[in-house]
C-alpha cells in the first residue's frame, strides 16, 4: 500500500490541508476543496485522481486548529467506503 505523507505544521487554514491534500493525491485543475468534493474522488470517482488506491494519507505537524478538519475528513471517507461495500 502507497504511503502518502503530508506535512501540516504550515497550515493555517483548512483551506491550506485541502489544497496540500489536492495536490499529494494528483487532483484536477477544478477539484474542489471541501469535504464533498474529496469524498468524492477518494471513494467513488477515485479515477479522476493520478493517486490510485490503495493508499494510506499520513499528516504530520498539523496545528490543533486543523486537527478537526483532518480528523473530520478521514471520518467521512471511512464512513463513504464503508456505506459503498454494502452496495
Known amino acids: ?6 506535512d501540516g505544521s504550515g497550515w493555517s487554514s ?5 489544497n496540500d ?11 474542489g476543496l471541501g469535504f464533498d468534493a474529496f469524498i ?4 467513488y470517482h477515485h479515477e479522476l ?10 499528516i504530520r505537524d498539523a ?3 486543523i486537527e478537526p478538519t483532518v480528523r473530520e475528513l478521514a471520518r467521512y471517507v471511512a464512513e463513504a467506503r464503508q456505506w ?3 452496495l
Not at 468524492?40 to 471513494?43: G, H, I, L, R
Request: proline share 7%; aromatic share 10%; hydrophobic share 40%.
Open 1 to 6: 500500500m502507497k504511503s502518502i505523507e503530508i
Open 14 to 18: 483548512p483551506l491550506e490541508f485541502f
Open 21 to 31: 491534500l489536492k495536490d499529494a493525491l494528483g487532483g484536477f485543475d477544478g477539484h
Open 40 to 43: 468524492d474522488t477518494m471513494v
Open 49 to 58: 485522481l493520478t493517486v490510485q488506491p490503495p493508499y494510506v494519507v499520513r
Open 63 to 65: 496545528h490543533s486548529q
Open 84 to 86: 459503498r461495500k454494502r
